[in-house]
């Protein structure tokens, strides 16, 4: 059964840094895209960096110049460096990928369990 496993959260201070983790168990034959996502109460989840299979990134504009999406193919896992954090960073961070498990047709769509990061003084 493929799992995202989410490491990394906590409070921090405004200015500071926080590095998330995410690592996918199972058997896996592909892993295509991933992701990282946030969410604050009461709002959908929303993108906050995306990274494919060849290292190619995309960034939310609201994070540009602070956040760093990295991915290590060999561990399947991917992290997010998270510098600067200002309070409005404050949600719970979902990681997100494209997968393909061994002995299946198709990639599917899977979400791990969320890490909450809070960023306050």
């Known amino acids: 059964q493929v799992q995202l496993v989410e490491s990394g959260g906590g409070l921090v201070q405004p200015g500071g840094s926080l590095r998330l983790s995410c690592v996918v168990t199972g058997r896996i034959d592909s892993i295509a895209d991933m992701a990282w996502y946030f969410q604050v109460p009461g709002k959908q989840r929303e993108l906050v960096a995306r990274i494919t299979a060849g290292g190619s990134t995309y960034y939310a504009d609201s994070v540009k110049g602070r956040f760093t999406i990295s991915r290590d193919n060999a561990k399947m896992m991917i992290g997010l460096q998270m510098n600067y954090l200002v309070p409005e960073d404050t949600a719970v961070y979902y990681c997100?990928?494209?997968?393909?498990?061994?002995?299946?047709?198709?990639?599917?769509?899977?979400w791990g369990q969320g890490t909450q990061v809070t960023v306050s003084s």
């Open positions: 997100n990928g494209d997968i393909r498990g061994v002995g299946l047709g198709i990639s599917r769509n899977y």
